[in-house]
Protein backbone atom coordinates (compact mmCIF):
# COMPACT_ATOMS: atom_id res chain seq x y z
CA UNK A 1 0.00 0.00 0.00
CA UNK A 2 1.36 3.51 -1.16
CA UNK A 3 2.58 5.47 1.77
CA UNK A 4 0.22 8.39 0.91
CA UNK A 5 -2.60 5.74 1.42
CA UNK A 6 -1.55 4.77 4.64
CA UNK A 7 -1.62 8.87 5.60
CA UNK A 8 -5.24 8.85 4.52
CA UNK A 9 -5.92 5.80 6.05
CA UNK A 10 -4.52 7.77 9.80
CA UNK A 11 -6.45 11.12 8.35
CA UNK A 12 -9.84 9.40 7.88
CA UNK A 13 -9.21 7.59 11.86
CA UNK A 14 -8.44 11.40 12.98
CA UNK A 15 -11.30 13.13 11.11
CA UNK A 16 -13.85 9.82 12.59
CA UNK A 17 -13.12 10.18 15.66
CA UNK A 18 -12.89 13.18 17.82
CA UNK A 19 -10.16 13.05 20.63
CA UNK A 20 -7.82 11.56 18.21
CA UNK A 21 -4.27 13.77 18.34
CA UNK A 22 -1.87 11.39 16.86
CA UNK A 23 -1.55 8.44 15.07
CA UNK A 24 0.60 6.02 13.17
CA UNK A 25 1.19 2.92 11.52
CA UNK A 26 4.69 0.86 12.16
CA UNK A 27 6.69 -2.16 10.90
CA UNK A 28 7.07 -4.38 13.96
CA UNK A 29 10.55 -3.12 14.74
CA UNK A 30 9.49 0.57 15.15
CA UNK A 31 10.22 1.97 11.80
CA UNK A 32 7.49 4.33 10.81
CA UNK A 33 5.51 4.10 7.45
CA UNK A 34 3.34 6.47 7.62
CA UNK A 35 2.44 9.04 10.54
CA UNK A 36 -0.34 11.77 10.99
CA UNK A 37 0.99 13.65 14.30
CA UNK A 38 1.05 17.18 15.48
CA UNK A 39 3.64 19.04 15.59
CA UNK A 40 4.58 17.99 19.10
CA UNK A 41 5.15 14.37 18.53
CA UNK A 42 7.43 12.59 17.41
CA UNK A 43 6.92 9.62 15.50
CA UNK A 44 10.43 7.71 15.18
CA UNK A 45 9.99 7.88 19.03
CA UNK A 46 6.04 7.07 19.32
CA UNK A 47 6.40 4.22 16.82
CA UNK A 48 9.57 2.87 18.46
CA UNK A 49 7.90 2.66 22.02
CA UNK A 50 4.66 1.20 20.40
CA UNK A 51 6.81 -1.49 18.56
CA UNK A 52 8.21 -2.59 21.72
CA UNK A 53 4.75 -2.17 23.67
CA UNK A 54 3.27 -4.50 20.96
CA UNK A 55 6.21 -7.34 21.11
CA UNK A 56 5.77 -7.02 25.30
CA UNK A 57 2.06 -7.51 25.20
CA UNK A 58 2.33 -10.63 22.18
CA UNK A 59 4.43 -12.22 24.90
CA UNK A 60 2.66 -11.72 27.71
CA UNK A 61 -0.14 -12.85 25.54
CA UNK A 62 1.58 -16.21 24.49
CA UNK A 63 2.62 -16.82 28.26
CA UNK A 64 -1.04 -16.81 29.76
CA UNK A 65 -2.00 -18.77 26.87
CA UNK A 66 -5.17 -16.04 26.28
CA UNK A 67 -4.70 -16.22 22.29
CA UNK A 68 -3.73 -13.91 19.18
CA UNK A 69 -3.67 -10.28 20.94
CA UNK A 70 -5.60 -7.54 19.41
CA UNK A 71 -4.87 -4.59 21.34
CA UNK A 72 -2.90 -3.00 23.90
CA UNK A 73 -4.13 -0.02 25.85
CA UNK A 74 -2.62 2.10 28.17
CA UNK A 75 -5.10 4.86 30.09
CA UNK A 76 -3.08 8.16 31.31
CA UNK A 77 -4.51 10.85 33.21
CA UNK A 78 -4.80 12.86 30.33
CA UNK A 79 -5.70 10.54 27.52
CA UNK A 80 -5.44 7.07 25.89
CA UNK A 81 -2.58 5.36 23.82
CA UNK A 82 -3.82 2.56 22.03
CA UNK A 83 -1.78 -0.01 20.26
CA UNK A 84 -3.45 -2.55 17.19
CA UNK A 85 -1.65 -5.60 15.50
CA UNK A 86 -1.51 -5.03 12.11
CA UNK A 87 -0.99 -9.07 11.29
CA UNK A 88 2.60 -10.18 12.52
CA UNK A 89 4.57 -7.57 10.74
CA UNK A 90 2.77 -4.37 11.49
CA UNK A 91 0.66 -1.78 14.14
CA UNK A 92 -1.30 0.71 14.54
CA UNK A 93 -0.75 3.26 17.18
CA UNK A 94 -3.58 5.95 18.31
CA UNK A 95 -2.81 8.46 20.30
CA UNK A 96 -6.17 10.50 22.23
CA UNK A 97 -6.98 12.72 24.75
CA UNK A 98 -9.78 12.30 27.20
CA UNK A 99 -12.73 12.83 24.67
CA UNK A 100 -11.71 9.64 23.01
CA UNK A 101 -14.11 6.83 22.47
CA UNK A 102 -12.62 3.62 22.98
CA UNK A 103 -15.53 1.52 21.77
CA UNK A 104 -16.09 4.07 18.67
CA UNK A 105 -11.83 3.92 18.63
CA UNK A 106 -12.04 -0.56 18.39
CA UNK A 107 -14.53 -0.30 15.70
CA UNK A 108 -12.86 2.36 13.15
CA UNK A 109 -9.70 1.04 14.18
CA UNK A 110 -10.66 -2.48 13.56
CA UNK A 111 -11.35 -1.19 10.02
CA UNK A 112 -8.44 0.45 9.44
CA UNK A 113 -6.33 -2.74 10.47
CA UNK A 114 -8.38 -4.83 8.26
CA UNK A 115 -7.68 -2.62 4.98
CA UNK A 116 -4.02 -1.70 5.98
CA UNK A 117 -3.60 -5.92 6.38
CA UNK A 118 -5.75 -6.62 3.50
CA UNK A 119 -3.22 -4.17 1.30
CA UNK A 120 -0.20 -6.05 3.04
CA UNK A 121 -1.71 -9.48 2.33
CA UNK A 122 0.68 -10.89 -0.38
CA UNK A 123 3.43 -8.44 -0.87
CA UNK A 124 7.07 -9.61 0.19
CA UNK A 125 7.92 -6.94 2.47
CA UNK A 126 4.63 -6.45 3.71
CA UNK A 127 4.38 -2.38 2.41
CA UNK A 128 4.66 -1.43 -1.62
CA UNK A 129 5.08 1.85 -3.17
CA UNK A 130 2.37 0.47 -5.19
CA UNK A 131 -0.30 -1.53 -4.39
CA UNK A 132 -1.46 -2.72 -8.27
CA UNK A 133 2.10 -2.32 -10.22
CA UNK A 134 5.13 -4.28 -9.86
CA UNK A 135 8.29 -2.84 -11.59
CA UNK A 136 10.56 -4.91 -14.26
CA UNK A 137 14.24 -4.78 -13.38
CA UNK A 138 14.30 -1.42 -14.93
CA UNK A 139 11.95 0.40 -12.54
CA UNK A 140 9.06 0.38 -15.64
CA UNK A 141 5.66 -0.67 -14.69
CA UNK A 142 4.51 -4.12 -15.21
CA UNK A 143 0.49 -4.86 -14.79
Do not use: W
Amino acid sequence: MPREALRTELQLLRHALPGVTDSAIAAVDGFVVAADTGPDAEPALLSAMAAATLSLARRTAEVTGRGELGHVLTDCADGRLVVYAIQSTALLLVVGDRRLDLDRLNRQAAITVNRVGAQMRGQVHGFATDSTATTDPKGSPVR
